[in-house]
């Protein structure tokens, strides 16, 4: 059974940064796609970012690309999310998902992932 663990949500202000983790147990990295999605209140679920089982090419959401950066560390088992340059926008819960049978082409849709953490709350200000 994977489980997921977030950690590193937090309040900031526009134009700061933020990184947050995800403690994968149960799999090791190399076996999982990782990915983060978000929602915020009132809103669906929407993709952030992945990174896939061999971790060679991540995947963002265009309202992210060139701010967000998602990387793994194989021998702690965790993926980060280090978000720079946070807009009000970006507020919402973010979700850590992990599977170890999704295909590249499904890698956007939370369907595609059996596994998701309780999620933390990143809230950024104007």
């Known amino acids: 059974q994977v489980q997921l663990h977030e950690s590193g949500g937090g309040l900031v202000q526009a134009g700061e940064s933020l990184r947050l983790s995800c403690l994968v147990s149960?799999?090791?990295?190399?076996?999982?796609?990782v990915a983060w999605f978000r929602q915020d209140t009132g809103k669906g679920r929407e993709f952030v970012a992945a990174?896939?089982?061999?971790?060679?090419?991540?995947y963002y959401a265009d309202s992210v690309k060139g701010r967000f950066t998602i990387s793994r560390d194989t021998p702690k088992n965790t993926v980060t999310l280090q978000m720079n340059g946070l807009k009000p926008e970006d507020t919402a819960f973010y979700y850590c998902?992990?599977?170890?049978?999704?295909?590249?082409?499904?890698?956007?849709?939370?369907?595609?992932?059996?596994?998701w953490g309780q999620g933390t709350q990143v809230t950024v200000s104007s």
């Open positions: 149960g799999r090791t990295l190399p076996g999982v796609t």
């Open positions: 990174n896939t089982r061999s971790g060679y090419r991540p």
């Open positions: 998902a992990a599977s170890s049978t999704v295909i590249l082409s499904q890698i956007r849709s939370q369907e595609s992932y059996a596994y």
